[in-house]
């Protein structure tokens, strides 16, 4: 089995995870439901920061690593990729914040859309309700 292509699919899963649990909850301000998965992304993304333990992406990228003959992983991907490569360390804290923020904002929107939409459709309902 090829292994090296396997690490470059387990990493561009990773990117996407990433991507998604920052700007995911986006996609339930068209997709209402779409905010239940994000949650579940979120909920795993403050596991990981809170609960030192190690992602399943990062031990599989690990394995086909070593079976690719290289060397075992050290760290995380935050550590690896992230954190000192698009940001300097001390300002972790900052883009932790920051990406709490951002999650925030993409929920906010979603209920005060769905709450906007859910009025539009009971008031539609009672326009076209029979008269008692």
Known sequence: MPYR????????????????????????WRWPRAV???????AWGVYVV????????????????RHAGEGAVTSGFIDRYVEGVL???????LVR?????IVLASWTG????YRRHARAAKSRLRRHAPLP
Do not use: K, M, N
Not at 97 to 101: G, I, K, N, R
């Open 110 to 113: 979603a209920w005060l859309l």
């Open 5 to 28: 292509p396997l690490v470059v699919v387990i990493l561009a899963a990773h990117w996407a995870f990433l991507g998604y649990l920052v700007l995911g909850g986006f996609l339930a």
């Open 97 to 101: 914040v920051l990406v709490a923020l």
């Open 50 to 65: 809170l609960v030192p333990t190690s992602c399943p992406l990062t031990v599989a990228e690990d394995w086909a690593r």
């Open 87 to 93: 940001y300097p360390p001390q300002y972790t804290w």
């Open 36 to 42: 239940w998965p994000h949650v579940a992304a979120v």
